[in-house]
């Protein structure tokens, strides 16, 4: 009876409860997912790290890019309006210059208006899309000497940093002097000591500095360098967000002195993330020498934060060395078994066959289950053809656990390994836990042969529970071929 409820739920399309055999399946095909986004973040970490380093100057471009009117309390026929309306849609349809004429014109116009300030901000803002950065820097200029209690002054300053950084590449001096002056920073001073209270010192100073000292690094490298490495030999929580946003910066240089800079914050910085990011960076120095490096972190580092970043900075080394470091972390019995599996996964993802014959090899000497399944997932992230008989070759040894077993034929399936393979596999499994498992496999596939084999096993085997199986996913598919035979079934 319990089969004929399958059949006709499925028939009529109904939502039954998932009972626990069901629940397997779920179970299963959650797994496939998470494994497959993990999989995806996993080539978007570089691009995420990039982002993370960049958050600090992330406001400001927001902003920049996004001119939304600021919410100031509502008057009634306020003077402003049009002006601010006009220049508004102006700056965002891209007319620069006339967003910069409307704007400046409501500042003159009406100066003690509640958008003054701002209106300077933007005509500056819509003068640097124009290239116009002289009369830019002086409106922002013309903003800090009137309205010193603005809203905008902080998004000021770091637009004059970045404006002073374009003019003194092309040769202006007095904004090569400002980029020195500001990236060398102010002594520190009682206020300085105060920020031990707040979170971790982060504040309008340091974003101004940041912005000149990566200009001055960009018009004048061996002059800023010297003062970065100054900040980053600070060692104060006043100076964490700093020396963040400083390790950012010099990673940018990609030379000799660049990997000393953050080998020495590696070793040396009490802050975890700066230590954190300055192993990320260097994974960007595509050098031996650099490779050289994260081997020494991962072997001598107690940190194994910093050892899992090396990890990964290692697997984006495109070099023979790094596969070998990760090949040789991934076989110590000694190394922690989580940075195992995550130099088992990075292995995963470099697909090469050197990498491929070794963690074929690798399964064979691990006692450990999460290692084992971790070979499992990363061979079949390989999709090799070798990889997909091994896989099936392991599911079929009965001398392997279970699990393992069940966990090689489902990433078999998932791997896209040959259907007729697969089909063959059914009659030669004789575990009960199997037959279950590779009749969810066929439920995953899209191809006939796959519905055929489950179209058989509802048919003709004898074994009721497994029939049931097919006969639930026979319901789940939307051939029109499945509900033909669930008909069929019925009327038998």
């Given at each position: ?22 629940a397997v399946e779920g179970i299963a095909r959650a797994e496939a997912a ?36 600021p919410v100031f309390p509502q008057q009634d026929q306020d003077p402003t ?41 933007w005509a500056a803002f819509a003068l640097t899309k124009s290239d116009d ?360």
């Amino acid at each position: 009876m319990q089969a004929m409820y399958l059949v006709v739920a499925a028939v009529m399309g109904v939502q039954q409860p998932i009972v626990p055999d069901q629940a397997v399946e779920g179970i299963a095909r959650a797994e496939a997912a998470l494994a497959r986004a993990q999989a995806a973040l996993a080539g978007a970490a570089p691009a995420l790290a990039r982002l993370e380093a960049e958050l600090p100057g992330l406001d400001q471009r927001l902003d920049a890019l996004t001119p939304l009117d600021p919410v100031f309390p509502q008057q009634d026929q306020d003077p402003t309006d049009s002006l601010w309306r006009a220049a508004r849609q102006a700056l965002n349809k891209g007319d620069y210059m006339t967003a910069a004429n409307l704007f400046g014109d409501l500042t003159r116009r009406y100066p003690k208006a509640a958008r003054a300030s701002d209106a300077l901000y933007w005509a500056a803002f819509a003068l640097t899309k124009s290239d116009d950065l002289e009369r830019a820097r002086s409106l922002i200029v013309t903003e800090h000497r009137t309205y010193p209690r603005a809203a905008t002054l902080r998004d000021a300053d770091a637009l004059l940093a970045r404006i002073q950084a374009a003019l003194a590449q092309r040769g202006d001096a007095d904004a090569a002097a400002w980029l020195s002056a500001h990236a060398q920073g102010t002594p520190d001073t009682a206020a300085t000591k105060d920020c031990l209270g707040s979170d971790l010192g982060s504040g309008d100073d340091d974003d101004v500095r940041v912005a000149a000292l990566n200009g001055l690094l960009q018009m004048d490298a061996a002059r800023a360098l010297p003062i970065l490495k100054k900040v980053l030999l600070r060692r104060d929580r006043c100076s964490v967000a700093l020396r963040r946003k400083a390790v950012f910066i010099v990673s940018q240089k990609r030379d000799g002195e660049t990997e000393d800079i953050l080998l020495d914050v590696v070793q040396h910085d009490p802050d975890a993330e700066c230590r954190e990011q300055a192993v990320f960076w260097l994974s960007q120095v595509p050098t031996e020498r650099s490779v050289n490096l994260l081997d020494s972190i991962l072997q001598t580092s107690h940190d194994e934060a910093v050892r899992e970043k090396a990890l990964f900075a290692l697997s984006q080394q495109h070099s023979p060395r790094a596969a070998v470091i990760l090949r040789g972390f991934a076989e110590n019995a000694s190394a922690p078994p989580e940075l195992r599996e995550k130099a088992i996964f990075w292995l995963g993802q470099r697909h090469s066959p050197e990498n491929a014959a070794f963690l074929r090899g690798l399964y064979a000497k691990l006692t450990d289950e999460d290692l084992k399944e971790k070979v499992i997932f990363s061979l079949a992230q390989m999709r090799g053809e070798e990889d997909g008989r091994w896989l099936l070759d392991l599911a079929v040894n009965e001398r392997e656990p279970i699990e393992m077993r069940k966990k090689a034929l489902f990433w078999a399936g998932q791997q896209g390994a040959d259907l007729g393979q697969l089909s063959g596999l059914y009659e030669r499994m004789q575990n009960r836990e199997m037959k279950e498992q590779l009749i969810f496999v066929y439920s995953q596939r899209h191809e006939p042969a796959a519905l055929d084999e489950m179209i058989r096993i509802a048919k003709t085997e004898r074994d009721k529970e497994l029939r049931k199986k097919a006969i639930f996913w026979l319901g789940q598919s939307h051939d029109p071929r499945a509900a033909q035979v669930l008909m069929e079934i019925i009327n038998q």
